[in-house]
């Protein structure tokens, strides 16, 4: 067994520290609270620094800015799209973002029961789960972004499962031609069911993260390649409008070299993909032993590939960045908590324009890398938690769906100023701070020039208390097995209370931000 650090997502257990003042009006959604909490909040927190006065030229020049962050979300494995809770939390999902494709592994594993051979080593298919996974995708209006893996074990060259708790083998095939006729017969049957003008609108990955341990061929780049090159002559035979791309890669690794031999040797790639996470190491994605913080990581290595793209011989290819998170780790003080708003709003800010899709891990708690979840928050990577729950990041999804296709750049490293089609503006704000650091409040100052008169604000916030269930679920003593009651009450305390209205004064916003909060400002 191979050992998979530093990419294992080991279980950590823990709680936010969050004061139980405030539960009550979490658990109740009463309104009239806000106000106390906002200053007990500010009374809790270290002195607030000077305001930050910002400039913000509302009829300044735009350039488009595609919600790059939102098309596609990941989730556990093919197997689980069955659940019903996966499909409620699908929608759920849906219903905020209106994203297009999902990206989940093991479409070959053998609980899904596709492949198998008869008495004389003959391939014997079965499409059943894999007509009912696709069919639930679609009809709930979402595409899937098809990751080809695992091996199926009959075809595996060797028994090498991987230390997830679901087992998939690893391994290259036992015959590559015998692989290639898989994806053939695979390929051909959804254009059959599907049709190919809607087949041809998904998107074929090889693999996933054959550079670590999800891949034991050796040596793993020459393997991977050679998977590759079979799997993308199997794709094209059945159409070439089928759309095929990788490495797949964690650690943002192999893409100059792997469109390199797709270049020399005339292999068919219609995009590249690959992986990071805010606390791989700076030796891991440039081979360099300077450290790089968590809230750089991601748009440098974002950086890093997209260089590498528009350098190379292919310099068109989309760039899918098809797995993406703060942690690849489970740290509740983190995918939990409301770090994950400004986090998200500063990632955004980063990385437009360097990347066509950025792909959340995960959408849904409903997720068993490490088995099955034995309580609602222990930092899994989902914007849900078990029992359909809004976290934090849930809510700051909500919000930045709500920002305009074009963006007005600003000198300010907290902020996004974009406007609609119709006019309108929309503000993403946001406090940001380290995990560690305790952070502190912020007040600013928006100066809005040339904008007309009378107009107000419609202002919206996640943070610690405004958005997040848990303060309830604190309150509640962290229970391992919330009741049905206890679940409504935690999707009541998540839920967004209503925009809250202020009036421009002469031009100007002012703002009060707590530590690691996000805000959206709509001004219509």
């Known amino acids: 067994m191979v050992n998979f650090l530093p990419l294992q997502r080991s279980f950590i257990l823990g709680k936010a520290s969050v004061k139980k003042t405030f539960c009550y009006a979490c658990l109740l959604g009463v309104s009239l609270l806000c106000a106390n909490v906002r200053r007990l909040k500010a009374q809790a927190a270290p002195a607030p620094e000077a305001p930050q006065i910002v400039e913000v030229d509302t009829q300044a020049p735009s350039h488009p800015f595609p919600h790059f962050w939102e098309q596609m979300f990941g989730s556990g494995r093919a197997i689980l799209t069955l659940r019903q809770s996966y499909r409620d939390d699908l929608r759920e999902v849906k219903s905020?973002?209106?994203?297009?494709?999902?990206?989940?592994?093991?479409?070959?594993?053998?609980?899904?029961?596709?492949?198998?051979?008869?008495?004389?080593?003959?391939?014997?298919?079965?499409?059943?789960?894999?007509?009912?996974?696709y069919d639930g995708l679609l009809q709930n209006h979402v595409r899937p972004f098809v990751e080809l893996s695992f091996m199926p074990k009959k075809l595996a060259a060797a028994n090498n499962l991987h230390p997830f708790w679901y087992k998939q083998n690893v391994s290259p095939p036992k015959d590559y031609d015998r692989w290639g006729a898989m994806i053939s017969v695979?390929?051909?049957?959804?254009?059959?069911?599907?049709?190919i003008d809607e087949v041809s609108k998904w998107y074929f990955e090889v693999w996933n993260e054959p550079n670590i341990d999800f891949w034991t061929g050796e040596p793993k780049e020459a393997t991977y390649y050679h998977l590759y090159d079979v799997t993308a002559a199997a794709l094209k035979s059945v159409s070439p409008r089928l759309r095929v791309g990788g490495p797949a890669t964690a650690q943002a690794a192999w893409v100059d070299r792997f469109i390199r031999h797709c270049a020399d040797n005339n292999v068919p790639v219609d995009f590249v993909s690959t992986h990071v996470y805010g606390n791989d190491t700076s030796h891991d994605v440039f081979?360099?032993?300077?450290?790089?913080?968590?809230?750089?990581?991601?748009?440098?290595?974002?950086?890093?590939?997209?260089?590498?793209i528009t350098s190379s011989a292919k310099p068109d290819l989309p760039l899918i960045w098809s797995e993406v998170n703060a942690v690849y780790d489970n740290k509740p003080k983190v995918e939990d908590s409301a770090f994950m708003g400004p986090w998200l709003g500063d990632t955004i800010r980063r990385c437009d324009g360097l990347v066509n899709i950025m792909s959340y891990w995960t959408f849904s708690d409903v997720f068993e890398e490490q088995g099955v979840i034995r309580k609602p928050f222990y930092g899994e990577f989902g914007l849900l938690a078990e029992g359909g729950v809004p976290k934090p990041i849930f809510n700051a999804f909500k919000l930045m769906h709500h920002l305009g296709?074009?963006?007005?750049?600003?000198?300010?490293?907290?902020?996004?100023?974009?406007?609609?089609?119709?006019?309108?503006?929309?503000?993403?704000?946001?406090?940001?701070?380290?995990?560690?650091?305790?952070?502190?409040?912020?007040?600013?100052?928006?100066?809005?020039?040339?904008l007309k008169s009378d107009r107000h604000a419609e202002i919206s916030e996640v943070d610690a208390e405004i958005g997040s269930p848990l303060p309830a679920y604190h309150a509640m003593g962290d229970p391992v097995s919330p009741t049905i009651q206890q679940y409504a009450e935690l999707k009541k305390a998540a839920e967004l209370p209503p925009a809250h209205i202020e009036k421009i004064k002469n031009g100007t916003l002012d703002l009060t931000l707590p530590p690691k909060s996000l805000f959206l400002i709509e001004i219509h």
């Open 287 to 308: 081979g360099a032993d300077k450290p790089i913080p968590l809230n750089k990581m991601i748009c440098s290595a974002v950086d890093k590939v997209h260089n590498q």
């Open 186 to 195: 695979f390929a051909k049957h959804l254009v059959d069911r599907y049709g």
């Open 96 to 133: 905020i973002t209106d994203f297009q494709y999902v990206r989940f592994h093991a479409i070959f594993h053998d609980e899904v029961g596709f492949y198998d051979e008869d008495a004389a080593g003959n391939p014997v298919y079965n499409f059943s789960y894999i007509d009912q996974i």
């Open 405 to 450: 296709d074009q963006r007005i750049d600003v000198a300010s490293d907290s902020m996004l100023v974009t406007r609609g089609a119709d006019g309108s503006l929309a503000l993403a704000v946001w406090n940001y701070s380290l995990p560690d650091d305790p952070g502190h409040t912020v007040t600013m100052a928006i100066h809005l020039e040339h």
